[in-house]
Every structure is written in C-alpha cells, then in structure tokens.
C-alpha cells in the first residue's frame, strides 16, 4: 500500500525531521550537559528561530554545534516544505485520496474483469466490456493516460495504479474475486509473469494475453493464459481477407463494431432462460420472430461447436446458445428470454 501511494518522499522527510529533532536533543545533552526537557526547549527554538535567549551560555563547541545545526535544519525544513507543497497543490494528497476510495469501491466488486495496460489493446478491450455492461478494472502505470481518457468524456475508470507484475497490485484489483483478466502490456515478458501471477493467485480465473512474437504464446499458455492474441498477426491476414473476400471481412467488421451498421454478438445458457421458456427447441423459442436476433450455434456441453443447429435440438444445461443481432434485437433477446 506504501509503494502504491507514493508516500516514500514524505516519508523521508518525517524520517528526516525526527532525526533532526534527535539529534539537537542529543547534541545539547552531550555537548552542553543539558536535561532533557532543556535539551528538548532549546532544540524547539533553534529549530523554529524564534529568538528566544539561550537557558546557559554556551561553550564554544556548543555555538559550532548549533551553527551545523542550523544550517541542516534549513536543508530539512526546505526539503519537507517542497514535499508538503507537491502533496497539497500539486494533487498528491488529492489522489491518494481517490486511490483508498477506489480501492474501497473495488473490494464490493466480484466476477468482475481485470484489464493490465491501457494502451491501444487494452483501452479498446475497456471500451468493448463497459459496452457490454461488465464491472473492469484496469491496471496501470501511467496515470497521464487514465487522466486523458478521464477528460475525454469517458467517465469514472476505476483503476488501480502500480506494476501489473506484482502481486500486491493484482491483489488491489481483486484478482481473487474476478471472473477474467486481459493482459495487453507492451512486453510478453511482463505478460507471461501477470499470467503466472494471476494464476497463482486464482486458479479458476480466465485469462487472455497479448503477445508481439510467435515465440511467445506457448510460454503464455504454459504460465496458465487461456487464450493468446496476436494483433500483429490478425491484422496481417485482416488486410490480406480484404483483396480476398471484402464481404466477408465487412460482415465480420459489423460483427466487431467496426463498421457502420453494428452487429452484436451474445451468448445465453439455458440455466439462464425464463422458467416458461425452459426444455423447449430452438424452433418453440422462435427466436428470430419474437426479437429479430438469429441463432447462429450451439455450443455443446461436451465440447462441440454446432453452427446453424437444427431447429428440433432441445438445448440442455451445459450447453451455451450463440445469438447474432443489433444492440435493438439483442436488448430484446436479453429482456424476453432471460431469467
């Protein structure tokens, strides 16, 4: 927590000043053969120069003393006035007080996700999860870029800053309570230790990693990712699908929201079905002519992907139906159908 608040400059400087105090007090003692509470009184007046007279004269090793004395503690004082100076107007305090209230927030959150790194990937993994209606935190070093997403009108980031590869700063996300993490950090090194970390700290949770090289997705899978993202790649075969087949790759844009008319894509157990909906085919949903969304696959409960699943199948516990639709067609499926 001491780390995260960036407290070892004030710190230092209470460290600092208690030392300064200590050392007139035992200066004045020595030296001079004061009492403690005289030791203590002439300390606070050569510290604060106020002016008032000496208790004793002092010996001359006692003025040489007192002369160092001084001139350290105007070394502290300007060093402790310069921290206290960042901390109130420079918004230190400000944002460690934003910091313990977003951590405070963060400790109601469960089955909520964790995205490290708010560069390119990781700001677009934010913005297609809050648009999905999921609780994320991010995990991030830079406060400039949260700040500058913050005044772009994007609202409240909860967001934990520190280094992702720690584990006191997973902790601080709630990795122990979220249902995934998404790691877009620029190094696959600091990617493939958040995926052991995050694992180590919650086995059952669903990790997904960014990687640069080829090389480097069977070392993520090894340290416990889930599933492994090329950008590089994808982009690669995206531009050559579109000499290929255009079509197709604007479909899938619409799919993606990357194109003007915006698809949307969402899934739906039959646990989650209204009761009166429940152990019925696809073809007694009806689906299409109660919402306009289309079913588009079946994933069964042991395993197999069906695409285009027959009408009469009956889906069971288990098993997950796939749906395809605008953000209209879809808000119906979820507000008809869903339990």
Not at 223 to 237: K, L, N, Q, W
Not at 293 to 301: C, D, E, Q, Y
């Amino acid at each position: 927590m001491w780390r995260r608040l960036n407290l070892s400059r004030f710190l230092l400087a209470v460290l600092l000043t208690i030392g300064s105090f200590g050392t007139g007090i035992a200066g004045f003692m020595i030296i001079e053969g004061f009492g403690v509470i005289d030791a203590f009184y002439m300390t606070m007046i050569t510290v604060s120069t106020v002016g008032f007279g000496e208790l004793h004269p002092l010996s001359p090793p006692g003025r040489l003393f007192v002369s160092l004395y001084i001139f350290f503690n105007l070394l502290v004082v300007a060093y402790l006035l310069s921290v206290l100076t960042t901390y109130i107007f420079d918004g230190e305090l400000r944002n460690m007080f934003n910091m313990l209230r977003t951590d405070q927030e963060i400790r109601g959150f469960k089955d909520h996700v964790i995205v490290c790194g708010f560069g390119r990937n990781g700001s677009k993994a934010y913005h297609e999860l809050r648009a999905s209606g999921a609780q994320v935190v991010i995990v991030e070093q830079d406060e400039a870029l949260l700040k500058a997403a913050s005044e772009a009108n994007e609202g409240t980031i909860l967001a934990v800053f520190g280094d992702a590869t720690a584990d006191d700063t997973l902790r601080a996300a709630g990795v122990s309570r979220a249902r995934a993490l998404i790691t877009s950090l620029p190094k696959d090194a600091d990617n493939v230790f958040v995926a052991l970390t995050a694992r180590e700290l919650n086995p059952a949770i669903k990790i997904i990693a960014r990687a640069s090289l080829k090389t480097s997705e069977h070392k993520l899978l090894r340290a416990g990712a889930d599933s492994v993202v090329m950008p590089d790649e994808i982009g690669g075969s995206h531009m050559a699908n579109l000499v290929m087949r255009p079509e197709v790759i604007r479909f899938l844009d619409m799919i993606s929201g990357l194109g003007p008319n915006k698809l949307r894509l969402e899934e739906m157990r039959p646990e989650e079905l209204r009761y009166e909906w429940r152990a019925r085919s696809i073809r007694e949903l009806d689906i299409r002519s109660r919402t306009g969304a289309t079913v588009i696959g079946l994933k069964h409960h042991e395993g197999e992907l069906q695409v285009s699943p027959n009408a009469d199948v009956v889906p069971v516990p288990g098993d997950v139906l796939l749906f395809l639709g605008t953000d209209e067609q879809i808000n119906a499926l979820i507000k008809l159908f869903r339990a």
